[in-house]
């Protein structure tokens, strides 16, 4: 997405609509996460009796990363599940129960959060800007080089991350699930 769509505002929702989290801005960065946390997790999303993948078949899970400060649940929040890969993850995932649609991550100490992207319109989803861990990547699945591929989280992405966490005034807000 381009200009001025960029700093509009974008609903996430669930595959059945139930819930539905408001996007307002530019995201931080786009990116597809081949780490074995995120194959993992969606493996046993995918597991879910009706649930939609969320890991494509090259290994990669598409995400947006919004500063928490943009982030507003509409509704169904109640509906949201958390999951975690072990008790003491500082990284925990939404699921819609109404529909076992997983909607986004959060690094609990973080001040982003990071939404599925498929939980967004096709044709309001921005396009992945770099691919990250690629190095967890299923053996054999080899990658195009339309855009850049690192093996491990990458200096530019690292500073998507600071540059929103300063603009964000040094704040990691805890993300609310109040809407109903």
């Not at 307002?24 to 493996?43: D, E, L, M, N, W």
């Not at 044709?123 to 080089?145: F, K, N, Q, Y």
Request: proline residues 9%.
């Amino acid at each position: 997405m381009t200009g001025g769509q960029d700093r509009g505002k974008r609903i996430a929702a669930c595959q059945c609509g139930a819930v539905t989290l408001e996007l307002v801005g530019k995201p931080i960065v786009a990116a597809t996460c081949y780490c074995q946390s995120c194959q993992r997790a969606g493996a046993a999303f995918a597991a879910l009796p009706g649930a939609a993948p969320v890991v494509g078949a090259d290994g990669g899970t598409p995400y947006v990363l919004m500063r928490k400060d943009r982030l507003v649940w509409q509704t169904g929040s109640q509906q949201l599940q958390e999951h975690r890969l072990t008790p003491d993850s500082p990284t925990r995932r939404f699921v819609a129960q109404c529909c076992n649609a997983p909607v986004a991550l959060e690094f609990t100490k973080g001040h982003w959060l990071s939404v599925y992207s498929a939980r967004l319109p096709e044709g309001e989803r921005p396009a992945p800007e770099m691919r990250t861990i690629v190095g967890d990547r299923p053996s054999g699945v080899e990658l195009p080089d339309d855009i850049p591929n690192y093996r491990t989280p990458s200096g530019k992405f690292m500073w998507r991350l600071l540059t929103a966490w300063i603009a964000m005034g040094f704040r990691a807000p805890p993300i609310e699930r109040t809407a109903g």
